[in-house]
């Protein structure tokens, strides 16, 4: 195969990925179904608090809705880093394993399985939002990198705030690169998972440039279904509202509002980011395939960002606990053709540690 049909099959792969790993889909799915539910609980509830306060003071109803949205924010953000991460590492570990030619469950075993390998190599949740937080830092400090170069470019006023749309842009589909380093430090098996992480990113800096199309390509995309999934709630809840009589039209309207916002990004996290995750995940694996990491490379990191400065500060501690080198690893491993699976090995796909997530 071509390198041109080599890259062109990734978003193929990335699909086929997705249907090897559908119990864990289902339980992505479910938890975000089940975190709308309790959103429209929640809005309900204060929205009938709003309207029967605003009868008194006006202005309190806003209030109340302000607050809903705050506390609701809040709750979100709790949840994602204390639950949600968990779930989605499950699905990176298990959506690498399967890219990897290695035997993975197929039926509700798989979830446990996928658990096992997070809280093997993470042990707890704190130190993979920690190790996700470092490596967002490092790669967001080495593609800004670039845009200071570009300021010291006599250029237009609008060619510049141009540059800065597209550097926003790209700083929202960075989390994407997080993800598929973190799936980079699930691949090498290392009890050190700092120092793989270190070495996936400089893995990234030699072969940003597809990576980072591929992460732009599906952040737009993700934005085109974000907007259909808005759409979709929010007509029948502008309908639901106008029947509701000029006294609720208001307090529903806002509700409605709020509920499509929420909703619409609820299934885009549910059933569109598993897929832009995918992609990541294939493209990024595809493209460091063989590839060592270059000491010249991790020398510019070091210089540039704080973060992967403090990442090998971590990787070195965790060495030296282990008892182990913070060293340049082998090559990258190389993954399975897609549709295939290597023969299982007892000892390397099943994760040490027990069956308790």
Known sequence: MSQMQSKGSYMKEA??????????????????????????????????????????????GVICVIFAMGAGGFA????????????????????????????????????????????????????????DALINGTVKAFTNTFVRIINFIPLPGDFRKLIRIVQGIINRSLSYVDEAILSYAIAQREENVWNSARHGIVLYGQSYKPILFTTLKAWLLGKV???????????????ISSLLGPEWESIAFMIALVLA???????????????ALAYTIVTYHREIAGK??????????????????????????????????????????????????????????????????
């Open 76 to 131: 979100w953000r709790m949840a994602r880093r204390y639950l949600l991460y968990m779930v989605k590492g499950a699905h990176i570990a298990a959506m690498t394993e399967v890219l990897l030619g290695r035997d993975v469950p197929k039926g509700p075993g798989q979830i446990q399985y996928a658990r096992d390998i997070v809280t093997t190599y993470f042990k707890d949740v704190s130190v993979l939002f920690g190790l």
């Open 292 to 357: 060592q990491p270059d000491p010249e490379w991790d020398r510019k990191l070091q210089s540039a960002s704080e973060a992967f400065r403090n990442l090998i500060g971590k990787a070195k501690e965790a060495g030296l606990k282990a008892g182990d080198q913070v060293s340049l690893p082998a090559p990258a491993p190389a993954t399975a053709p897609a549709g295939m699976q290597q023969p299982a090995d007892p000892q390397k796909t099943n994760p040490p540690g027990g069956a308790n997530w």
């Open 15 to 60: 699909v086929s990925l997705l249907g090897a790993t559908v119990p864990l889909l289902g339980l992505n799915a479910a938890v975000y179904a089940g975190f709308f539910l309790v959103a429209v609980i929640w809005f309900a509830i204060w929205g009938a608090i709003a309207f029967f306060v605003s009868k008194l003071v006006p202005i309190a």
């Open 261 to 275: 916002v929420v909703g619409g990004r609820l299934l885009e996290l549910a059933f569109y980011e598993p897929f």
């Open 225 to 239: 279904f974000g907007v259909i999934f808005f759409i979709m709630i929010i007509v029948p809840g502008l309908f």
